[in-house]
T-cell receptor, first 112, second 111 residues
Framework: DAGVTQSPTHLIKTRGQQVTLRCSPK?????VSWYQQALGQGPQFIFQ???????QRGNFPDRFSGHQFPNYSSELNVNALLLGDSALYLCASSLGGFVAQHFGDGTRLSIL | KQEVTQIPAALSVPEGENLVLNCSFT??????LQWFRQDPGKGLTSLLLIQSSQREQTSGRLNASLDKSSGRSTLYIAASQPGDSATYLCAVWNRDDKIIFGKGTRLHILP
């Protein structure tokens, strides 16, 4: 049974570019949450998707947007990249809300 | 605004010792508190979840306690092993259904 898978594992972009990160949830899960983890920091909640809609959102600008597909997979899009967007982006899936979340190993995004 | 603090930021102890990691939060009106483990370059693994009505949870060598009134939680690890080396993160769920993480404690168990 595959767990949460994220792609790509590493990504290098330059300032001003746009990026799309992808997440496939654990089988049977219907909720996907995205987190940003800067080096040496705890994860910060970006948003959560359920039934293809954004259900909760943290304190992130509109440059951060997402999508959930009918098969429950999800994408995180970041526009107009800034140096400060360099971080590990984690995806977590669950069967509703934040209970019993399973995390992927993340995408390491570096902005030059 | 909820803030979560973890002390110490890093800790090294010899194998076999018992140890305690601390987590404090500023707003006691939490829904749940959860402890996670994160290995280098990896995602998070849930260790223990304590609901607001509970005072502690145990799993194997791990015991987590919660004192909402004082805004504190501790994670107790008994008989530490080198495989316990990792970063341990504390997270609280507010009643507005937002989850807030601490910065973590980096634990190194010396063989």
């Amino acid at each position: 049974d595959a767990g949460v898978t994220q792609s790509p594992t590493h990504l290098i972009k330059t300032r001003g570019q746009q990026v799309t990160l992808r997440c496939s949830p654990k089988s049977g899960h219907d909720t996907v949450s995205w987190y940003q983890q800067a080096l040496g920091q705890g994860p910060q909640f970006i948003f959560q998707y359920y039934e293809e809609e954004e259900r909760q959102r943290g304190n992130f600008p509109d440059r951060f947007s997402g999508h959930q597909f009918p098969n429950y997979s999800s994408e995180l899009n970041v526009n107009a990249l800034l140096l400060g967007d360099s971080a590990l982006y984690l995806c977590a899936s669950s069967l509703g809300g934040f209970v019993a979340q399973h995390f992927g190993d993340g995408t390491r995004l570096s902005i030059l | 605004k909820q803030e979560v603090t973890q002390i110490p930021a890093a800790l090294s102890v010899p194998e076999g010792e018992n140890l305690v990691l601390n987590c404090s939060f500023t707003d006691s009106a939490i829904y749940n508190l959860q402890w996670f483990r994160q290995d280098p370059g990896k995602g998070l693994t849930s260790l223990l979840l304590i609901q607001s009505s509970q005072r502690e949870q145990t799993s194997g060598r791990l015991n987590a306690s919660l004192d909402k009134s004082s805004g504190r939680s501790t994670l107790y690890i008994a008989a530490s092993q080198p495989g316990d080396s990792a970063t341990y993160l504390c997270a609280v769920w507010n009643r507005d259904d937002k989850i807030i993480f601490g910065k973590g404690t980096r634990l190194h168990i010396l063989p």
